[in-house]
């Protein structure tokens, strides 16, 4: 069983350096601010006994920067190597090494949550020597290479902060030359050549070779994940959310789980209810031999989140499991992230649940019925919603055939002028037009965009993409996995199925059916006359 513990070394001035999750300690007590919401929740879910790798979390205190320069330096480097020792006793492996190789990921979490705002490295601690130790240790050589690959990619675009289409072009490449449609399809062969490649482009563009120090790798990419709290889109979700840019970020270290290591392992996203709905059913994006990033990047179609039930029917089941905990434990709608490596199941994350205004109401009232929370606790998570302009827009009458189809993420229907940036998203919403932003992908950096447009439609990504889940938190009609659809920035074009389209053409989304349809249409609108019945109740 996998219990919650902080570490007993001396603290950095009066504060704790790093806290540990590890088995056979107590939860320590009133640090949820302290350590960030996304590694106390790993404590508590390891509290209970579920599957939670062991990790240890650099508190918030390190993105404030005390003790300040050289000495802030000493210390955060003490207190990583101190915390990989206490994993490396943990776990029976040792950090970059070429026979037994620890691997771990580097992740952000505030004591609020602000989903895909901030940085995540994962698989550090490979190189050179350590991917040799990884194929000896796993017996898979494919999952090694294509683990490297991973992090030299991720490493260079979070910490080196080089662009991403030179590594994507080589990804290219590869598929083409492998007759390939995606990396799933590359064998260990093409995915070695793929990573040294990818240490070539690397050398080039930063001037320096890929670092193959493990505590080198480690150190830069905990910096650039504490330094991502200032990053444009962070400031700009605070801002949109009313969060104090003051109180920073922790770190949580955490050992490698390996989503890509063949046919019965995957990434996932949960959520215990339908966040768009409010429907008390399990709602989970899967990616079969993938990585989380694959999952919340939104850089790709998601298409195997049924498959996950009829192929691994034991997973699904303790999911469902897993959902009910999570509700009694926190009180609340949970979103949480998960791996699957060769049929084991592992938990990363949870969190409260973004969702939507719709779906807020009705989940109040379920919890509300089902005895999970009291109704003072409900009518204090609707404070802000403005429960009468709580509405569902339905298309009226019969249409002419959609242009397209695509997975819904956000529910009603919006209608606006085809953006196929965020910045002619703004310019509409500035001419009091509704935009409809149309990317091939969106992701958290089109914050401004989603902001300000009334539904966004893509062509990749999944119902769980961090993209996805600010615009359901934002109210907005989002349709993703559109397969019919692409973009030509250069014209200012897209094609949706048959139809050439340009930007500034009226186009209506159909987030109750998932369609596409050309034109602005006219809709009805429906209130939750059940929920704001039984919230009138309360408040008698």
């Known amino acids: 069983m996998w219990w919650a513990m902080f570490s007993q070394l001396s603290p950095v001035g009066p504060r704790q350096p790093f806290y540990m999750v590890l088995a056979g300690e107590a939860l320590p007590p009133g640090k949820a601010v302290e350590v960030g919401n996304k590694a106390y929740n790993l404590m508590c879910m390891a509290s209970v006994g579920l599957p939670v790798p062991a990790a240890f979390v650099l508190p918030t205190h390190w993105c404030e920067g005390c003790p300040p320069g050289h000495e802030r330096a000493t210390a955060l480097t003490n207190a990583l190597a101190d915390g990989i020792a206490r994993l490396e006793r943990a776990t029976g492996q040792t950090f970059g090494s070429g026979r037994k190789p620890l691997l771990v990921s580097v992740r952000s979490g505030a004591s609020i949550s602000m989903p895909g705002m901030m940085e995540t490295v994962l698989d550090v601690g490979l190189n050179d020597e350590s991917v040799e130790g990884l194929i000896r240790t796993t017996g898979n050589p494919r999952l090694a290479w294509d683990s490297y690959r991973r992090l030299i990619q991720g490493f260079a675009e979070v910490v080196q902060a080089l662009p991403v289409e030179p590594f994507d072009r080589l990804i290219q490449e590869a598929l083409v030359t492998e007759l390939c449609a995606n990396e799933r399809g590359l064998d260990h062969v093409a995915l070695r050549q793929l990573a040294k490649a990818m240490l070539a482009r690397f050398r080039d563009l930063a001037g320096t070779p890929f670092p193959q120090s493990p505590t080198d790798q480690l150190s830069r990419a905990t910096d650039a994940v504490f330094r991502s709290w200032d990053a444009p889109k962070a400031a700009e979700y605070r801002r949109l959310n009313h969060i104090d840019d003051a109180i920073g970020t922790a770190v949580t270290i955490q050992t490698m789980v390996f989503g890509n290591a063949g046919g019965r392992s995957g ?67 949970q979103d949480f992230e998960f791996t699957v490596q060769d049929g084991k199941l592992y938990l990363l994350q949870t969190r409260t649940a973004k969702r939507t205004p719709w779906a807020a109401l009705r989940i109040a009232v379920d919890l509300v019925e089902e005895g999970l929370v009291k109704p003072a606790d409900a009518l204090e998570r609707l404070h802000g919603i403005d429960l009468d302009g709580v509405v569902r827009n339905r298309l009226s009458g019969t249409q002419d055939p959609p242009l397209a189809s695509a997975t819904v993420a956000g529910i009603g229907v919006a209608a606006g002028r085809i953006a196929l940036d965020p910045a002619a998203a703004k310019r509409y919403a500035a001419g009091r037009d509704p935009a409809i932003l149309v990317r091939r992908e969106t992701t958290t950096a089109d914050i401004l965009g989603m902001a300000d447009a009334a539904g966004i439609l893509t062509a990749l990504g999944g119902r769980t993409s961090h993209a996805a889940v600010v615009a359901r938190q934002l109210g907005k009609v989002c349709l993703v996995g559109c397969s019919e659809l692409s973009s030509d920035l250069g014209d200012r074009t897209c094609r949706i199925g048959p139809r050439t389209l340009a930007e500034g053409d009226w186009l209506t989304l159909d987030g109750n059916s998932g369609f596409v349809y050309a034109g602005h249409l006219q809709t009805l609108v429906e209130h939750p006359e059940r929920e704001l019945a039984a919230i009138r109740k309360w408040v008698r």
Request: net charge negative; hydrophobic share 40%; proline share 4%.
């Open 267 to 333: 990434a996932g996203v949960g959520f215990t209810r339908d966040p768009a709905t409010g429907e008390n059913v399990l709602y989970i994006d899967f990616q079969f031999d993938g990585q989380g990033e694959d999952v919340v990047a939104g850089r790709i179609a998601i298409r195997d989140p049924e498959r996950l039930r009829s192929a691994l029917p034991a997973i699904w089941d303790r999911l469902e499991e897993i959902r009910g905990m999570l509700e009694t434990m926190f009180g609340d709608v």
